[in-house]
């Protein structure tokens, strides 16, 4: 158990609806990262929240969208689906060390989005 | 641009052999970090070694042991004495520091490697 928790682990729903995926990182962690993986794209980095700010975006379309809020939870928003959004979704979460070492992403278990 | 490339898509081999899953990297960064995850059939994603750009020390853990070869830009994976259990997909993973939060930015993962092990 990597101690990050991702709900919920499966979702099924149809084209042109709106999800929202949610993340709670390590205690501890302000670093929330989002990854889709896809078996034609493989394992893309969506976008990087730090301590409620947007820190990086990635491959991350127009109709996604991000948030970290105060407690650190952060929440993926995928809206107008589409069949090609079928993908895992992924957040993993680091520390951030003081003294200056990187500390690994630990990942949840990850969000299987279905698309009909 | 950062690159990770994992160039066996699939290995399959008989319990007991060794096994190395093969790494390349490409960055133009100084320091940088590499990672290796496992993904086994239930999905998710599972940390196995950090090594940072500075430290070419080759690390043994149990049956599993990492080469570290900066001249080569590679980090490759060897599995000794495998076992079913070891089946899964492994990925490669490249990151650069985010100095400004005492972090990282975002892992680039290789595509994988499926290993399969034969009983």
């Known amino acids: 158990d990597s101690g990050v928790t991702q709900t919920p682990k499966h979702l099924i729903t149809a084209t042109g609806q709106r999800v929202t995926l949610r993340c709670s990182p390590r205690?501890?962690?302000?670093?929330v990262y989002w990854y889709q993986q896809s078996l034609d794209q493989g394992l893309q980095f969506l976008i990087h929240y730090y301590n409620g700010e947007e820190r990086a975006k990635g491959n991350i379309l127009e109709r996604f969208s991000a948030q970290q809020f105060p407690d650190l939870h952060s929440e993926l928003n995928l809206s107008s689906l589409e069949l090609g959004d079928s993908a895992l979704y992924f957040c993993?979460?680091?520390?951030?060390?003081?003294?200056?070492?990187?500390?690994?992403?630990?990942f949840g278990p990850g969000t299987r989005l279905t698309v009909l | 641009a950062q690159k990770v490339t994992q160039a066996q898509t699939e290995i399959s081999v008989v319990e007991k052999e060794d096994v190395t899953l093969d790494c390349v990297y490409e960055?133009?960064?100084?320091?940088?970090?590499l990672f290796w995850y496992k993904q086994p059939p239930s999905g998710e994603l599972v940390f196995l070694i950090r090594r940072n750009s500075f430290d070419e020390q080759n690390e043994i853990s149990g049956r599993y042991s990492w080469n570290f070869q900066k001249s080569t830009s590679s980090f490759n994976f060897t599995i000794t004495a495998s076992q079913v259990v070891d089946s899964a997909v492994y990925f490669c993973a490249l990151s650069r520091p985010d100095l400004s939060i005492q972090g990282a930015q975002k892992l680039v993962f290789g595509q994988g490697t499926r290993l399969t092990i034969n009983p």
């Open positions: 205690s501890g962690d302000l670093s």
């Open positions: 960055t133009r960064d100084t320091t940088y970090y």
């Open positions: 993993a979460s680091s520390v951030v060390s003081s003294g200056g070492v990187y500390n690994e992403q630990f």
